[in-house]
């Protein structure tokens, strides 16, 4: 148990809905993350928030729309996905950005897009 | 960035030590190198971290070469619950303020009886 928890755990879901998943960390961290991780493919960091602040935006296609309403919240909203989508997909959270800041991952939310 | 170089799997027998090898070559002298685990469908795992001098924490010890060209995570007494994929990282730190950790695929260690 890191602190960090995400919902849902599996999600699957056609080309034309819209989900959100949601990341939650009880850390007291001002800084969060999402990440995606495809089968056989490295973690690839999508997204970075400070103090609710968007400071990176990975090239990331705009059918993934992140929301920090505040440092404990973390969300990432989907729409119009595409099957190569489908990964697993961590939320991430660290004290701050600075240089020596450990990060700690939730579980992730499993992603099927049919 | 720099990147890291890692066998693709090993084995260790329960209760010997894992000695998990890693090449950063190109590391440069203010990047950190970093270790986390990931056990199969969970989040990775911090583990520990180093600049130039080994490090030990209550999970595993950490040995830097001199040229810092190359690092050694051990598990001094390897389980069953030790079977994850072991990730080493070296740490850019990026001048708009933020941290990047880039993953590679890592060494999958199998631990068996």
């Known amino acids: 148990e890191t602190g960090v928890t995400q919902t849902p755990r599996h999600l699957v879901m056609g080309m034309t809905n819209k989900k959100s998943l949601k990341c939650e960390q009880h850390l007291g961290h001002n800084a969060m993350y999402w990440y995606k991780q495809s089968a056989k493919k490295p973690l690839e960091l999508m997204f970075v928030y400070n103090f609710k602040e968007q400071t990176e935006n990975n090239s990331v296609p705009s059918r993934f729309s992140p929301e920090c309403p505040n440092s404990s919240h973390l969300f990432l909203h989907l729409h119009t996905l595409q099957p190569e989508d489908s990964a697993l997909y961590l939320c991430a959270s660290s004290q701050d950005l600075g240089e020596l800041e450990t990060q700690y991952f939730g579980p992730g939310t499993r992603l099927l897009v049919l | 960035d720099a990147k890291t170089t890692q066998p693709p799997s090993m084995d260790c027998a329960e209760g010997r030590a894992a000695n998990l090898p890693c090449n950063h070559s190109t590391i440069s002298g203010n990047e950190y190198v970093y270790w986390y685990r990931q056990i199969h469908s969970q989040g990775p795992q911090y583990i520990i971290h180093g600049l130039k001098n080994n490090e030990t924490n209550e999970m595993a010890s950490l040995i830097i070469t001199e040229d810092r060209k190359s690092s050694t995570l051990i598990l001094p007494h390897a389980t069953l619950r030790d079977t994850a994929v072991y990730y080493c990282?070296?740490?850019?730190?990026?001048?708009?303020?933020?941290?990047?950790?880039?993953f590679g695929a890592g060494t999958r260690l199998a631990v068996h009886p």
């Open positions: 990282i070296v740490r850019v730190w990026f001048s708009g303020g933020y941290n990047k950790l880039i």
